[in-house]
């Protein structure tokens, strides 16, 4: 289920910013996250994989990395 959850979430950045992020790679410190590029991103996550994020969810540590998305998606 992870995994399936890592590959959407890597594909917004393949389709919008034509690089694919490891699974580890700080998504705010290598430019890829910005406070309006994070809205976007939100959208996706919301609409490709069903799930809905309280507005304290949606933290820099929580978004940092794929991984950390992941996790907080399958809790």
Partial sequence: MQEKLKGQL???F???QD?????DENL???GLLDSFGI????TYIETET???LDIEE???E???TINSIAELLVK
Avoid: C
């Fill in 39 to 42: 809205v976007e991103f939100l």
């Fill in 62 to 64: 929580n978004f940092s």
């Fill in 58 to 60: 949606i933290t820099e």
């Fill in 14 to 16: 393949i389709e919008n």
């Fill in 19 to 23: 690089h694919t992020p490891a699974d």
């Fill in 10 to 12: 890597r594909q917004f």
């Fill in 28 to 30: 705010f410190d290598s």
């Fill in 50 to 52: 069903g799930n809905e």
